[in-house]
């Protein structure tokens, strides 16, 4: 059954991941900061914008992590999108343990859109999700900061061209983030 056009999609994150969930953002050091943050983000996001039987398209459900979130909003019908077969198993089980009162649909494809091309395809895709989403409804993605991975390999490649090996253990920066690791090799 197609998800209907009074869809509200929400794009999760790949693999797990505990998180916040407390009443403000948390206060530890490093990435898990990041992670933490980003769960408490997607808490209060959440809670302010889905409405009691809003259907919810979870993109990169992976193992169901944020359902909680989503069924403390007393949604109506729920999509669980993500590659990970075995991910999705452990989301329908999750779904099913807590005896979840709206219905529910795990469906294993790659939602993922690694780049556009063009400037056209990138608004051929914001007016298809457009379509798909209820007025005044919201579609959540997040991107690598292109201006950091750019500025990063200028300075890899500026210190490789000037004799300096940038490396750290013996490797070339890297930019990373839960979700993707870019790596810059030494091509000379």
Not at 63 to 86: M, P, V, W
Not at 110 to 116: E, I, K, L, N, S
């Amino acid at each position: 059954m197609p998800i209907p056009p009074t869809a509200v999609a929400v794009q999760g994150r790949r693999g797990g991941g505990g998180g916040g969930g407390g009443g403000g953002p948390p206060s530890v050091g490093g990435m898990a900061l990041i992670g933490q943050l980003l769960e408490w983000v997607k808490r209060v996001m959440i809670a302010q914008l889905v409405r009691p039987n809003d259907a919810v398209c979870d993109v990169f459900c992976g193992r169901g992590l944020d359902c909680d979130k989503l069924a403390d909003t007393k949604i109506g019908r729920y999509l669980g999108l993500d590659l990970s077969a075995s991910a999705l198993k452990e989301a329908q089980e999750e779904w099913r343990r807590a005896e979840r009162s709206c219905v529910a649909d795990f469906k294993q494809m790659d939602p993922c859109m690694d780049c556009f091309h063009t400037e056209d395809r990138l608004h051929n895709f914001l007016r298809n999700a457009a379509a798909l989403l209820k007025p005044g409804g919201y579609l959540f993605g997040t991107c690598p900061d292109s201006g950091t991975i750019w500025c990063k390999y200028q300075k890899a490649v500026e210190s490789l061209r000037t004799g300096h090996q940038p490396r750290w253990n013996g490797q070339l920066p890297r930019v990373r983030s839960d979700s993707y690791t870019i790596t810059f090799e030494d091509d000379r």
